[in-house]
């Protein structure tokens, strides 16, 4: 990741777990652009974090996710909505040196506008990948993205984002992650 652009930035999966995934309307349609994501930065060398709301009751985060996202993730159990009441989750922050936050997972109205708000509070540029969250009742979730955008938060698509940090056609790493891409759909 040295010499990449995505130095100081860090992808956090918001509890993309089985139980809570059935409970959304559009929860394959998010579990699929959650992968992309995790992909993604594990190509481009962006380190993936995942939370999960109280694991030992409602299971861990989806199996796929944490084969797309590699070796190199990191698991945080949690019983606060927010992530970064996850014990260790804060210090992981702090030792990879994470100014930049990219949030996908479940649900908008709690654990992610939780997540991001606090995020914001410490300081930390938010993106919420626009396609890769969801939550049951989508004027809901709408409602809560654009008081993230007028916090300060950026609302922006999974591609978009990658892209950007991908930069330019020329990136080692360019053809690898439109192939990454085409394979979403």
């Known amino acids: 990741m040295s010499d990449t ?12 777990q089985p139980t809570f995934l059935k409970a959304m309307p559009e929860g394959e349609a998010c579990l699929r652009r959650c992968l992309l994501a995790a992909s993604a930065a594990k190509l481009l060398g962006v380190p993936v974090l995942f939370t999960e ?3 030992a009751k409602l299971g861990p985060t989806h199996p796929d996710l944490l084969l797309a996202a590699g070796e190199g993730r990191a698991v945080f159990g949690k019983t606060a909505f927010s992530a970064f009441g996850a014990p260790g989750l804060v210090e992981a ?3 990879m040196q994470v100014s930049q936050l990219l949030i996908c997972g479940l649900e908008i109205p709690v654990c992610v506008y939780q997540t991001a708000m ?3 509070r410490e300081g930390m540029g938010v993106t919420i990948l ?17 008081a993230l955008r007028v916090a300060g938060a950026h609302i922006l698509p999974t591609e978009t984002v990658f892209y950007a940090l991908v930069g330019d056609a020329m990136h080692p790493q360019f053809r690898a992650f439109t192939e990454l891409v085409k394979q979403a759909g």
Request: glycine letters at 10%; aromatic letters at 2%; proline letters at 5%.
């Open 130 to 146: 626009s396609d890769a969250v969801t939550g049951r009742r989508s004027e809901d979730g709408r409602a809560c993205l654009e």
């Open 93 to 95: 922050f702090g030792k």
């Open 118 to 120: 606090d995020a914001l």
């Open 53 to 55: 709301q109280v694991p």
């Open 5 to 16: 652009p995505s130095t100081g930035i860090a992808l956090l999966a918001v509890d993309v």
